[in-house]
């Protein structure tokens, strides 16, 4: 809630208060002071749809442009301006710890989850679910596998508890977890294709497709088939330049143009 929309508010909620004492105390003009309720808090809504337009148009335009930088630093001024919860606090976090790992800033991420790690045991369900997901991600980067383990198995067992509301969300963000870490670890590399074809199908931005399309092209490398791999590095690499896979795509296709 932006300080502006809390402001209001608060006034708008003390005079719907009075006018309410006031149709008990003289119901003479009671659907006048109903229809003043309803127009004040009408207001409340439509700058609420407001904020939370503002803040998905910022995701829109990182799913498209994938400057990460930039997204960081709009949520920063977004947030800024607004009225949250220690716990909305700390999931603004976790989502900076991804976007840090998208532009290849891992110590950044690592200096955020650790120091949530104190806080960890207080989570919700839904919180933990994604600082779980960040910390894999960040365990992926550095071949940790036996920790990824241990936190996939988390992750599975919160998504079935997980409420119906929740459980495709959760599904689809371990989906793309579980086939990252196959691909680390050299196995079930065409069922991991499958999937992250499949992820891509389903969420069609350029950041997903991106992101899924480097994926891909390193099962390539893995099971030899090199120019396949150059053709998806190749096409990665026309994406934003400041994302780590990119980087890595970059890096893959100078190896291969080496090789071959």
Known sequence: MKKGRFIYWLISMTVAIFLIVMTFIDDTYYWIYTLLIVLLLI?????????????????????????????????????????????????????????????????????????????????????????????????LNYDDLDKCDVLLKQLSKLIDSAPKSLKSQYILNYQLLISKYNIRKGIYLEAAKKTLK???????????????????????????????????????????EQLNYVKKAKKYLQNLNTDN
């Open 43 to 139: 207001p409340n809504f439509i700058l609420k749809k407001k904020e939370q337009k503002e803040i998905m148009d910022q995701a829109i335009i990182y799913s498209r442009d994938g400057d990460g930088k930039k997204y960081v630093v709009m949520l920063r001024q977004i947030n800024r301006k607004m009225i949250k919860s220690k716990n909305s606090r700390i999931f603004d976090d976790i989502l900076y710890t991804n976007v840090y790992m998208d532009i290849g800033d891992f110590d950044k991420a690592r200096e955020v989850l650790d120091r949530l790690v104190e806080k960890e045991e207080k989570f919700s369900d839904f919180m933990r679910f994604f600082y779980y997901k960040s910390w894999i991600t960040y365990l």
């Open 198 to 240: 499949q992820i891509m199908y389903n969420n069609p931005t350029p950041l997903m497709e991106m992101s899924c399309s480097y994926f891909i092209g390193v099962i390539e490398v893995k099971m030899g088939r090199y120019d396949e791999a150059k053709k998806l590095f190749m096409y990665v690499t026309e994406f934003n």
